[in-house]
């Protein structure tokens, strides 16, 4: 007689009976579901796995589609392996870098013993199209890891075997496709008829392989032009090549060998040279009389205009500091998002009209005075603060809406200077797995959340997608518009968040749905080995998110 056993399908509410050992695939068809994009993967009992997982015991499991951020992360990692499949059969003794998150797509450099022309990207089309028309099931494979390194290493896949020495594991998965083997962090499709997209540019040397949009998987990506963002991936790239360290697993390297001192030495040195550029160029201008800083959640932004300030400074200007939250509307002018909820995050819930009033009449040498606004009461106030702008003097404006051209439309262009400040990663977990730069941002924002605001990593966690929705509304579509980038970014930042993080996620409950990102994100960073934060000095841009600055917030 066939064994059963009993799931509850989230989905649905219901529970079904199933063949012991069941897939998550064959589950499936037992739900009554019908996912347009979908299944992808699923949560078993809140943890994410791919659709190989096989059901023995009694689980509560939801089916996840490509609107939802990890079957889209499903989805593109299948796609990578397709890519390094199609490239390593037409080129042997080639490499593959899954790299720049950029123009809604992912640039992936590629080593071919030649420049990468027209013809070598029709040829990888080609080939991925056929590998994916072939419908090749991706088979996922368990092993001890002493044999995954030595099928990586005689597959000179040095990256991966600089990971996989470094966690210090029993065992290990990775995944095989038509006798081409790989490792990837996280689930990935079981088969590659789910393909069922994507698209494959030429883009500053390598390729941009092109992903479907999140809110519509019908479609691919807009290609828009990000040359600024690539750019400074490109910068951080040189620096690493000073520092050899690349992967996660060059990292560990460094740090296992004591090192680590003088990596937060030079990339320290790094940062703050880029910083003093930048107060250089502001000072090059002649004519700047405003310097607007933008950036998303957790960027650090506060840091970079405090740091910017000092190096101001040493140009001869003096910084004088505006607080965009000062010209918030009064409460009920505020508008309000599609949940009926107050939308703060809105350009329009700052009144622009006197913002450009008072900044153009700071402009022309009058005297304002400057609003304040009283959060408790939700007002904005007269505030007493007088202020008059110097010959030798700079409004320094900080705000998410800081590069968006409506925010100080009425103010002359060219005594404006945009500086965008984000975090992003470029150090990579091996050379087919990137590191989300928001996942760096995120647990900034855990830390701080919690030794700042009181508040957990499990509420932060159900917060985020609401913060990532307005930042794709009011800060990415305009960050192009700056006029220097900065990547606030550090290259030993992940060993260093690691110890205060790992503490606070570990304290989100399994029977929360936060309970996912908190897992994925604890897994994460257990590849990572920790480096104490006594080493960071006290005005490293950590200090804003990790305690113990010698600036005042």
Wanted: aromatic share 10%; glycine share 6%; net charge negative.
């Amino acid at each position: 007689m066939e064994q059963k056993v009993k799931v509850l399908c989230k989905n649905t509410g219901k529970t079904v009976e199933v063949p012991l050992g069941s897939t998550l695939e064959e589950v499936y068809a037992y739900t009554g579901l019908d996912m347009a994009y979908g299944p992808i993967c699923a949560h078993v009992n809140n943890k994410v796995t791919g659709m190989h997982y096989r059901v023995y015991r009694r689980q509560t499991i939801e089916y996840l589609d490509m609107t939802s951020s990890s079957g889209l992360r499903t989805y593109t990692r299948s796609l990578f392996f397709v890519l390094c499949k199609a490239v390593h059969e037409l080129y042997p003794d080639s490499q593959v870098f899954i790299d720049i998150p950029v123009s809604n797509g992912y640039h992936c450099e590629l080593r071919i013993g030649h420049d990468v022309m027209a013809d070598d990207i029709d040829a990888i089309r080609r080939r991925m199209d056929a590998i994916i028309a072939a419908a090749l099931p991706i088979h996922r494979h368990e092993c001890l890891m002493e044999e995954a390194v030595g099928m990586f290493r005689e597959a000179r896949a040095v990256s991966k075997v600089k990971l996989l020495e470094s966690v210090g594991k029993l065992y290990t998965t990775y995944y095989e496709l038509d006798g081409y083997a790989d490792y990837f962090y996280g689930a990935m499709l079981t088969n590659t008829r789910q393909l069922y997209l994507y698209g494959i540019e030429p883009h500053f040397g390598g390729v941009l392989l092109r992903i479907p949009r999140h809110d519509e998987p019908s479609q691919l990506g807009m290609l828009v032009q990000q040359d600024k963002m690539f750019e400074i991936f490109q910068e951080h790239h040189r620096w690493q090549a000073i520092l050899g360290l690349r992967t996660v697993g060059d990292l560990n390297e460094v740090i296992a060998k004591g090192y680590s001192s003088q990596l937060i030495q030079v990339s320290e040195a790094l940062q703050e040279k880029k910083i003093s550029q930048i107060a250089d160029q502001i000072a090059a201008r002649g004519n700047v009389k405003m310097v607007l800083i933008a950036g998303p959640s957790s960027s650090g932004k506060t840091t970079t205009c405090k740091r910017l300030s000092v190096q101001l400074v040493t140009n001869g200007i003096k910084p004088v500091p505006i607080s965009l939250d000062d010209y918030f509307v009064d409460r009920e002018r505020t508008p309000r998002d599609a949940s009926g909820d107050y939308d703060f995050e809105h350009l329009h819930a700052l009144n622009l009209d006197l913002l450009n009033e008072q900044m153009s009449a700071l402009l022309r040498g009058e005297e304002v005075e400057l609003p304040r606004y009283d959060f408790a009461t939700g007002r904005s106030l007269r505030s007493g603060r007088k202020l008059v702008l110097h010959d030798d003097e700079v409004l320094v404006v900080e705000g998410i809406h800081a590069l968006n051209p409506e925010l100080m439309s009425q103010v002359p262009p060219e005594r404006v200077f945009r500086v965008y400040a984000s975090a992003l990663t470029t150090i990579l977990l091996d050379a087919h797995n990137y590191i989300p730069t928001t996942d760096n941002r995120l647990l900034r924002r855990i830390i701080r959340d919690y030794k700042y605001r009181g508040v957990s990593a499990q509420e932060t966690i159900r917060r985020w997608p609401s913060v990532r929705k307005g930042e794709n509304r009011w800060i990415f579509p305009f960050q192009e518009n700056a006029d220097s980038m900065f990547n606030t970014a550090m290259l030993f930042e992940l060993a260093v968040i690691k110890s205060q993080a790992e503490p606070l996620l570990e304290q989100v409950p399994e029977n929360c749905p936060e309970y996912a990102e908190a897992y994925r994100l604890r897994k994460f960073l257990g590849y990572i080995k920790p480096i104490p934060d006594q080493q960071i000095p006290p005005t490293s841009l950590l200090r804003e998110f990790l305690g113990g600055s010698s600036f005042d917030y």
